[in-house]
C-alpha cells in the first residue's frame, strides 16, 4: 500500500508565497518522476511541475520563474515553492508520483489535493 498526503495550502495574498509538500509513504521500492497538477473551478487538471529522480525539471509555461519543484529522495517527499502567487493560481493542488511497490506492483498514486487560494 502507498499513500501520498500533501500539506501547506491555504489563503495568501497576490504577491505571496506558499510551500507544498508532498510525503510519500508505505511499502516503497523506488519513486520515479514526481509531479504537482492543479485543477481549478470548471477547468480540466493541468500539469503544474514535474521533477525526475535526479532532479530534473519541467515547468508549466504560466508558472515558470514563480515556481519551484524540487525533492528529497532520502525523505520520498516532493516541494512546490509558489512565489509572486496570482488570483489565477488558485486552484485543489495535487501530488502525483510514479511508485514502485516493494511487491513488484509500479503504478501512479495520487494525492489527496490541497487547496490554495490567491485572494486579496
Known amino acids: 500500500q502507498v499513500q501520498l498526503v500533501e500539506s501547506g495550502g491555504g489563503l495568501v495574498q497576490p504577491g505571496g508565497s506558499l510551500r507544498l509538500s508532498c510525503a510519500a509513504s508505505?511499502?516503497?521500492?523506488?519513486?520515479?518522476?514526481m509531479d504537482w497538477y492543479r485543477q481549478a473551478p470548471g477547468k480540466q487538471r493541468e500539469l503544474v511541475a514535474a521533477i525526475t529522480r535526479d532532479g530534473s525539471t519541467n515547468y508549466a509555461d504560466s508558472v515558470k520563474g514563480r515556481f519551484t519543484i524540487s525533492r528529497d529522495n532520502a525523505k520520498n517527499t516532493v516541494y512546490l515553492q509558489m512565489n509572486s502567487l496570482k488570483p489565477e493560481d488558485t486552484a485543489v493542488y495535487y501530488c502525483?508520483?510514479?511508485?514502485?511497490?516493494?511487491?513488484?506492483?509500479?503504478?501512479?498514486?495520487w494525492g489527496q489535493g490541497t487547496q490554495v487560494t490567491v485572494s486579496s
Open positions: 502525483n508520483a510514479d511508485i514502485s511497490s516493494l511487491v513488484g506492483r509500479r503504478g501512479d498514486y
Open positions: 508505505g511499502i516503497i521500492a523506488r519513486i520515479y518522476i
